[in-house]
């Protein structure tokens, strides 16, 4: 399955209202980001925002999931135009973009992903998202209906916009960062704050009215039922480091609490 048929299954599955289960890969690993792909989840996120790795630890990433049955999404530092192309030209299948607070910002972000006349994303054959040039005219032609564009909705600017920004033409998933989202009302962490939750019944609005797919890192693996209920589908649960950290953790301290003293 090349680049745009691995996108373009995930595309249509999200459209048909499938949950697509993601992850997020923070440590810059090609082999924890096989590990990952291969767990089961539908996508896997690397994270140039706050991740360890950088472009280079990227595309090692991405051809390590080419071999899993998870899609490869890329978490940019911003809507730049030049940060979006060289991502996705080693072959992302999707795009998340960071803090996008306006209509004007979605909009950057949606032209960012597609060739000109709909974006301004540039024109290279030898790279690897279109096989170094062997599978340019395919790519060049599906591309703009197989590839993700998902912004990300995590501060009060965002909610206040969410209709404008729902309604950008090229924007397929709002996106809700929980923690970033309580920290811009004030409440870190208050999930359940009054605050927090009219944030997101806003953002649930404002997909519902414009059709676009509703995402979330659960803040909790046991939140699943209380999002997907409010028809959330693009759903993301752990990230490598986080299990590898809670998981030694907690095998360190079984063992220590068997070494008690005779």
């Known amino acids: 399955m090349n ?4 996108s373009s299954a995930l595309k249509r599955r999200l459209a048909a209202g499938d949950t697509v289960l993601g992850c ?3 440590l810059g690993s090609s082999l924890a980001s096989e590990l990952m792909g291969n767990a089961g989840y539908d996508w896997a996120l690397v994270d140039l925002e706050h991740g360890a790795g950088g472009e280079t630890e990227a595309l090692h ?6 071999g899993t049955p998870a899609a490869a ?3 940019v530092e911003s809507n730049a135009r030049q940060r979006v192309h060289r991502v996705l030209d080693i072959g992302a299948h999707g795009i998340m973009f960071p803090r996008i607070d306006s209509a004007e910002e ?6 960012a992903m597609h060739y000109p006349p709909l974006g301004v994303r540039g024109v290279a054959f030898s790279n690897r ?3 170094y040039g062997s599978n340019f005219r395919p790519y ?3 591309s703009d209906k197989a ?10 600017a965002a909610v206040e916009n969410v209709d404008a920004i729902a309604g950008t033409a090229g924007v397929d998933v709002l996106f809700i960062g929980p923690s970033d989202l309580s920290h811009s009302y004030g409440v870190l962490g208050q999930f359940d704050h009054p605050d927090f939750c009219e944030a997101i019944e806003r953002t649930v609005a404002a997909a519902k009215r414009y059709r676009k797919s509703l995402g979330i890192l659960l803040p909790k693996p046991g939140d699943f039922a209380r999002y997907h209920d409010l028809g959330f589908r693009f759903i993301a649960s752990g990230s490598d480091a986080v299990l590898l950290n809670n998981t030694a953790r907690a095998l360190v301290k079984s063992i220590r609490e068997m070494c008690v003293p005779v």
């Open 3 to 6: 680049i745009q048929q691995k």
């Open 24 to 26: 997020f890969l923070s």
């Open 61 to 66: 990433q991405m051809q390590a999931l080419s």
């Open 73 to 75: 999404i890329v978490r």
């Open 106 to 111: 979605a909009l950057a972000a949606a032209a």
């Open 129 to 131: 998202a279109c096989e």
């Open 140 to 142: 060049l032609e599906e």
């Open 147 to 156: 590839l993700l564009t998902i912004v990300q909705i995590e501060t009060r």
